[in-house]
């Protein structure tokens, strides 16, 4: 959370920003109010802009097609999927033309064919032996996979054959709620080798490695930008990135202080890349930021608002109780505290959720 105060926008610091989507950029259908202009503002400053995605089943012109039909700049080549970190990873072990079972949906099909492998169908049911013969599997998300076409790929890795999953995320938001992702059906998997796969999506750097490369900038210049901590910000500091925590989707202050992340800023809507950035800096007994300043006495959060923004009471509580936590406190200790944060953003009357 230490950030110095700036005169200057916030993304003036940054070549090229890795920009999650589902909570970010979009909710669903819908485009995240100020999204789509923020970014164009952003592309404007000659920043670059590329989409990380858990998501391995859609295509990356799919997904562009989705995100240039909200108002914000993207082509094919500016989405960057797990899928594709999951080819690429294959590629640079296995020979060209080499078979890889594909055990997911078109956008694990598409990654393999555009990194030089031939994706084989689990359908075929295909045996290891002649010209296709099998070399690994990559396994990511599908709508249409069958009992049988796990039992395919279970029968392929009990000889040892490399395997590479998209993603790990067990599960997958959808309008009534939660369903199996990824990451449930690995376990799947897992059960019956006792084995796991190699994972490059999010939390795991090879997808931000494979967005740096995209972009064609160091980690030191490269901005980060997600809504969930445990994917997107943990992903960012295990690949040495500075990240930005917008506040636009689904996790909160508490989900923050239960985790050992810190995200580098927290901003309440992509639009506050483009202004200068009110830092939290100590005080005595507690933490200020902007006309905010809080302090932590025992579970409670003492807040001295005054006009501050609720950006700026969460910046100076964050700041206060990761002190905290950093210093040994437990999450369960902090947890109260922090959900007067969550109160305050979801009370808010410009809360984005």
């Not at 202009?37 to 295509?59: C, E, F, H, M």
């Not at 099909?109 to 555009?114: I, K, M």
Request: hydrophobic letters at 45%.
């Amino acid at each position: 959370m230490d950030t110095e105060t700036s005169t200057q926008p916030l993304i003036a610091g940054y070549d090229g920003v890795v920009c999650d989507l589902d909570g970010v950029v979009y909710r669903g259908a819908d485009a995240v109010p100020g999204a789509p202009k923020a970014l164009q503002d952003i592309v404007a400053r000659g920043i670059r802009v590329v989409y990380a995605t858990n998501n391995a089943s859609r295509v990356p012109t799919e997904v562009a097609t989705q995100i240039a039909g909200l108002g914000a700049p993207a082509t094919a080549s500016d989405v960057v999927s797990s899928a594709q970190a999951g080819a690429a990873r294959l590629a640079t072990d296995l020979p060209p033309g080499a078979a890889v079972l594909a055990l997911g949906g078109e956008g694990v099909v598409e990654a393999l064919r555009d990194a030089g492998l031939v994706p084989v169908a689990a359908a075929r049911d295909h045996a290891r032996s002649g010209p296709d013969e099998v070399a690994a599997v990559l396994q990511g998300f599908g709508k249409e996979l069958r009992v049988r076409d796990f039992e395919t790929a279970a029968r392929l890795l009990s000889s040892g054959l490399p395997w590479v999953a998209t993603n790990d995320d067990a599960t997958l938001p959808l309008p009534w709620g939660q369903s199996p992702g990824n990451g449930a059906y690995i376990e799947l998997l897992v059960a019956a080798l006792g084995r796991r796969p190699d994972v490059v999506g999010k939390p795991h750097p090879p997808l931000y490695e494979l967005a740096l490369e995209r972009l064609g900038t160091v980690a030191a210049r490269t901005l980060a930008v997600g809504d969930r901590i445990g994917t997107d910000i943990v992903g960012a500091e295990a690949t040495g990135l500075d990240s930005a925590w917008v506040l636009t989707g689904v996790d909160r202050p508490s989900d923050v202080v239960a985790s050992e992340s810190s995200p580098t800023y927290v901003i309440a809507s992509l639009a506050e890349l483009l202004r200068p950035y009110a830092a939290p800096v100590a005080d005595v007994g507690g933490w200020r930021c902007g006309a905010a300043r809080v302090a932590l006495d025992g579970e409670d959060l003492v807040i001295e608002r005054g006009s501050a923004d609720p950006i700026e009471v969460v910046r100076a509580g964050l700041a206060a109780l990761l002190t905290s936590r950093d210093e040994g406190a437990s999450s369960a200790h902090l947890g109260r505290a922090a959900a007067t944060l969550d109160g305050l953003l979801d009370d808010s009357p410009t809360s984005t959720r």
